[in-house]
Nanobody, 114 residues
């Protein structure tokens, strides 16, 4: 059974930082593209960042330079370091694993507010 379990969300003030984690099980983690997506209220789910099995990364324009995606294949975990957060980053953040098949985590809420 495949599981992606996100953690690290919460309430943070504008300008602050958070680090999200996504622990995977039930897949050969090192072979999968891993991604973070987010969905704000009333909006469609959007890509935030991707990391390939080889470690190549890609970011949405809105987060480039502020967010960093990384992976630890030994721990089967992908991370999203989020810096300089703004209210526009408030959303539920989802972890995704993709290869020939795709899996989603349950999401973790990130709220940026003073």
């Amino acid at each position: 059974q495949v599981q992606l379990v996100e953690s690290g969300g919460g309430l943070v003030q504008p300008g602050g930082s958070l680090r999200l984690s996504c622990a995977a099980s039930g897949i050969t983690f090192s072979l999968y593209f891993m991604g973070w997506y987010r969905q704000a209220p009333g909006k469609q789910r959007e890509l935030v960042a991707l990391i390939s099995s080889d470690g190549f990364t890609n970011y949405a324009a809105a987060v480039k330079g502020r967010f960093t995606i990384s992976r630890d294949n030994a721990k089967k975990t992908v991370y999203l370091q989020m810096n300089s957060l703004t209210s526009e980053d408030t959303a539920v953040y989802y972890c995704n694993a993709a290869r020939k098949d795709a899996y989603w985590g349950q999401g973790t809420q990130v709220t940026v507010s003073s």
